[in-house]
């Protein structure tokens, strides 16, 4: 793989892939950590006098467009990281407009619309790729947030241009290979929201010796032992397969919730208590895990060398189901352990908590850091080391 660091890419367009999926609260930037680990790289190619094209996807918007999902309402704070700079935003990804705008502009960092607005950008599409990459003479990938998905502007496009790993990808990378043989026993927990999380688990088992389970994830496991979990988040995707990984030797290895805290209305204010993890009622949404289940919790943490930790484990952007995230997040600060933390929001926790100084790394990547540190090569990444050995640079 050509790390960035160790080429000088000067007078050219570059196609930057980074990943600016970041936390969103009436279109206001929750948590900037995502756009602030690119501006090496950003700075980097305009110091060699290049133009920029940064290109990310923002939330699951289905490959059409959703005004909702517009990365114009990121503009303003990348903007604010380059006041010297006039970002101009594109409101498309590809097409013969959104070329001559480039070529023709004075301004040397330009903004494309969201990359899965194209349902080909998922479906990893060559004559997509090709045509993202046709107005650019290299291709950076600064995005190891998304790596692990082998879509078009991670995968394909790099068929096309002469590719390079950037700073952000590269430091990721140098970081997480620490805790890829990691001394154990080795603790993961796994939380939030994204149900298809639960795929990894398999590979997960290879690498830890206990996975803790917070978040959605708890529920889809609770219904595969037919246990009600009344309005709580699941689908029926995620519970086939947590019926699957129950029944393997490994399922041991799985510390599942004791108890949760639960609420009859999804508003901040609404009344909320505590149950039994087996006495949720069908009116029920249970938001965040309970005393119990974070007292076991810890108990576990306690004994391992090293912990890597994604997905919060409650509704942490509401302060009375935030309590398990915090508490967590606070008991690893005093661990002497190896604390790996990583993803959008699981990030923006430990920042709002003040609790990121005391990990050992936070990460950019949530599902990415997973499938790297269960020892899968990333799409992404894979796809830089084929680069090289294509495109061979004089
Ligand atoms: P990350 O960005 O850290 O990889 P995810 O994107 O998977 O994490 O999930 C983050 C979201 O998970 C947060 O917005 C949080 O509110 C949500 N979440 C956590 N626990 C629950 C729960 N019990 N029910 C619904 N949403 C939850
Ligand atoms: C993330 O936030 O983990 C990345 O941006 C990847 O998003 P995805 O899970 O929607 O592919
Ligand atoms: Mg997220």
């Known amino acids: 793989m050509r790390p960035l660091s160790q080429y000088i890419i000067s007078n050219q367009t570059i196609f930057l892939r980074v990943d600016y999926n970041v936390p969103l609260k009436n279109h206001i930037i929750q948590d900037t950590t995502k756009i ?97 990459a046709s107005v650019s003479n290299s291709y950076v990938n600064d995005a190891f947030a998304v790596s692990h998905r082998a879509h078009a502007s991670v995968h394909s496009i790099t068929q096309f241009l002469p590719s390079y790993a950037g700073f952000q990808l590269e430091t990721e990378i140098n970081q997480l290979k620490l805790a890829l043989n990691p001394k154990r026993p080795c603790i993961w927990i796994i939380g939030g929201a994204k149900l298809d999380k639960i795929n990894l688990i398999n590979q997960a088992f290879k690498k830890a010796d206990y996975i803790l389970i917070g978040g959605a994830l708890s529920f889809a496991f609770l219904r595969a032992k037919n246990i009600p979990i009344g309005q709580s988040k699941t689908d029926t995707k995620s519970i086939t397969i947590a019926k699957t990984i129950l029944k393997t030797k490994y399922a041991k290895k799985l510390i599942l919730p004791q108890d949760f805290i639960v609420t009859q209305t999804m508003s901040p204010a609404a009344k909320s208590s505590f149950v039994k993890y087996n006495e949720i009622q069908p009116n029920q949404i249970a938001l965040d895990l309970g005393p119990e289940t974070i007292k076991i919790f810890k108990h576990f943490l306690r004994k391992a060398y090293t912990i890597v930790w994604n997905g919060p484990l409650g509704y942490y952007e509401w302060a009375k189901y935030a309590t398990a995230t915090k508490e967590i997040g606070r008991f690893l600060g005093t661990l002497t352990a190896t604390t790996i933390v990583g993803g959008g929001e699981t990030a923006d926790a430990m920042h709002k908590f003040h609790l990121a100084y005391n990990l050992t790394h936070v990460s950019t990547g949530g599902g990415a850091s997973l499938e790297f540190l269960s020892g899968k090569i990333l799409p992404g990444i894979q796809a830089l080391h084929d680069n090289e050995k294509k495109f061979k640079l004089k």
Request: charged letters at 25%; one cysteine or more.
């Open 36 to 132: 602030k680990s690119s501006i090496k790289t950003i700075n980097y190619l305009l110091k060699h006098h290049n133009k920029i094209i940064l290109a990310t996807h923002l939330g699951r918007p289905d490959g059409k467009f959703q005004k909702e999902f517009s990365t114009a309402q990121l503009l303003p704070s990348i903007q604010e990281y380059f006041p010297k700079e006039k970002i101009t935003f594109l409101p498309d990804c590809i097409g013969k407009n959104i070329h001559s705008t480039i070529q023709k502009s004075s301004s040397k960092i330009f903004l494309l619309e969201n990359l899965r607005f194209y349902k080909e950008e998922e479906q990893n599409n060559t004559h997509f790729a090709h045509s993202l």
